[in-house]
T-cell receptor
Framework: GESVGLHLPTLSVQEGDNSIINCAYS??????FIWYKQESGKGPQFIID?????DKRQGQRVTVLLNKTVKHLSLQIAATQPGDSAVYFC?????????????FGRGTSLIVHP | DTGVSQNPRHKITKRGQNVTFRCDPI?????LYWYRQTLGQGPEFLTY????????KSRLLSDRFSAERPKGSFSTLEIQRTEQGDSAMYLC??????????????FGSGTQLSVL
């Protein structure tokens, strides 16, 4: 039988299109959020971050939006390129015991077609 | 290359054997994390060190798992009496707390463990 847990949400786009990847987070007390990109066989790589006192932050070709009311993050990638194909994770930093620990969501697979 | 080095890259072992992984973080980073990642899932927190002190340990971490960071530099993660369910990618990350808020993790490429 098929295991739902093995299938990542997937977003397929054409090269040059804009991509929007969404993430729902769980802890309303989380103070810091990060997007990571993970290519096959590699560890996650930092893309962009945002503090909880902001609602938008822009980087090079990427923008992160934070909606604390509905506990939602999005990552927008402009002019998507084949090299952007990877799995994207959002992470929230919340309190675990006496420390702040980044906790990762499940991830979205982005496939960019040339 | 992020500067975080993990060895070995791959480990195949038989059920019941002990395995040890090593992580060399970026040299000036005082914080070190271990995560585990299975196929189709995000990294799952295992344990966290600040310098040589192990400050947090996940409640999901069985007592067969132990981690050390003896001199506040490299770290080892040992799994005793491995089980097939331990098969996963084990990721190490490090960071230096430049502020009270920002905490970008730099990840190594991981050790892929397969327990037969």
């Amino acid at each position: 039988g098929e295991s739902v847990g093995l299938h990542l949400p997937t977003l397929s786009v054409q090269e040059g299109d804009n991509s929007i990847i969404n993430c729902a987070y769980s802890n309303s007390a989380s103070d810091y959020f990060i997007w990571y990109k993970q290519e096959s066989g590699k560890g996650p790589q930092f893309i962009i971050d945002i503090r909880s006192n902001m609602d938008k932050r822009q980087g090079q070709r990427v923008t992160v939006l934070l909606n604390k009311t509905v506990k939602h993050l999005s990552l927008q990638i402009a002019a998507t390129q084949p090299g952007d194909s990877a799995v994207y994770f959002c992470a929230e930093r919340g309190r675990t015991g006496g420390s702040y620990i980044p906790t990762f969501g499940r991830g979205t697979s982005l496939i960019v077609h040339p | 290359d992020t500067g975080v080095s993990q060895n070995p890259r791959h480990k195949i072992t038989k059920r019941g054997q002990n395995v040890t992984f090593r992580c060399d973080p970026i040299s000036e980073h005082n914080r070190l994390y271990w995560y585990r990642q299975t196929l189709g899932q995000g990294p799952e927190f295992l344990t966290y060190f600040q310098n040589e002190a192990q400050l947090e340990k996940s409640r999901l971490l069985s007592d067969r798992f132990s981690a050390e960071r003896p001199k506040g530099s490299f770290s080892t993660l040992e799994i005793q009496r491995t089980e097939q369910g331990d098969s996963a990618m084990y990721l190490c990350a490090s960071t230096s707390r430049a502020s009270d808020v920002d905490e970008k993790l730099f990840f190594g490429s991981g050790t892929q463990l397969s327990v037969l």
